[in-house]
């Protein structure tokens, strides 16, 4: 099994929108284990809107109602999170995971995002903004990703290029810069597939 993690410098940056033309383009499953903030709606039926079939999305591990950091969420909510339930699910084929906000951010008060990735083991792909502040955010992501031991596959950036923010970001961090979805208006199957399929090289996921 093939997994690709994919993980963000902050929340909002499009991790979600880029799971969605990834799983797509490989024909991969996606799961999001934890998902905060179901009262604003899941990543899971984004990604079906987005052009995944919906058998091909796995049930969260935990589905938690406030919009906030997985760990509190669950306090809110009176769940446990117990790590154990958090095991890479066994599927036929590749596999793309998405995170929850940033690397550092606590699935519970005693683990962060970035543990568990270390725990899984799996490539992970940064999304990055173009927009201004992404070299330090993206320099401090990797940094804490490396120290904790997990394989960085490369930064997909979202958003409209910044040609020397992105250069920078991969020749100080030494990551491959594995290229960019630009802001889609219309965002449809249709418009995510066509811009994945122009913007990134499908052999770097494989
Ligand atoms: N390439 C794009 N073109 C148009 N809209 C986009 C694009 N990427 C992201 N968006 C929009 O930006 C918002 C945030 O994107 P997304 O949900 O993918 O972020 P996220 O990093 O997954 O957030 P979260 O931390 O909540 O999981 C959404 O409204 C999404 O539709
Ligand atoms: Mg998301």
Same mark, same amino acid.
């Given at each position: 099994?093939?997994?690709?993690?994919?993980?963000?410098?902050?929340?909002?940056? *499009?991790?979600?929108?880029?799971?969605?033309?990834?799983?797509?383009?490989?024909?991969?499953?996606?799961?999001?284990?934890?998902?905060?903030?179901?009262?604003?709606?899941?990543?899971?039926?984004? /990604? /079906?809107?987005?052009?995944? &079939?919906? =058998?091909?999305?796995? &049930? =969260?591990?935990?589905?938690?109602?406030?919009?906030?950091? &997985?760990?509190?969420?669950?306090?809110?909510?009176?769940?446990?999170?117990?790590?154990?339930?958090?095991?890479?699910?066994?599927?036929?084929?590749?596999? /793309?995971? =998405?995170?929850?906000?940033?690397?550092?951010?606590?699935?519970?008060?005693?683990?962060?995002?970035?543990?568990?990735?270390?725990?899984?083991?799996?490539?992970?792909?940064?999304?990055?903004?173009?927009?201004? *502040?992404?070299?330090?955010?993206?320099?401090?992501?990797?940094?804490?990703?490396?120290?904790?031991?997990?394989?960085?596959?490369?930064?997909?950036?979202?958003? =409209?290029?910044?040609?020397?923010?992105?250069?920078?970001?991969?020749?100080?961090?030494? /990551?491959?810069?594995?290229?960019?979805?630009?802001?889609?208006?219309?965002?449809? &199957?249709?418009?995510?597939?066509?811009?994945?399929?122009?913007?990134?090289?499908?052999?770097?996921?494989?």
């Amino acid at each position: 099994m093939s997994v690709i993690v994919v993980t963000g410098t902050d929340t909002d940056v *499009g991790k979600t929108v880029f799971a969605a033309a990834l799983t797509v383009a490989l024909g991969a499953h996606y799961w999001k284990p934890v998902q905060a903030g179901l009262e604003d709606g899941s990543d899971a039926s984004t /990604v /079906v809107r987005l052009g995944v &079939p919906a =058998e091909r999305v796995l &049930p =969260e591990a935990y589905r938690l109602t406030t919009p906030c950091s &997985p760990h509190r969420a669950a306090e809110i909510d009176r769940v446990t999170i117990d790590p154990a339930r958090l095991a890479l699910p066994a599927v036929d084929g590749p596999l /793309v995971v =998405e995170g929850a906000g940033g690397v550092l951010v606590p699935v519970t008060r005693t683990l962060l995002y970035a543990d568990l990735f270390a725990r899984w083991q799996a490539p992970v792909v940064l999304v990055a903004r173009t927009a201004l *502040g992404t070299i330090n955010h993206s320099l401090l992501s990797i940094e804490a990703l490396r120290t904790r031991g997990v394989p960085i596959l490369g930064v997909a950036f979202s958003g =409209e290029a910044v040609e020397d923010s992105e250069a920078t970001i991969a020749a100080i961090a030494g /990551v491959r810069r594995l290229g960019r979805l630009p802001r889609l208006d219309p965002l449809t &199957p249709e418009t995510l597939a066509t811009a994945f399929a122009a913007n990134f090289r499908l052999e770097d996921f494989r």
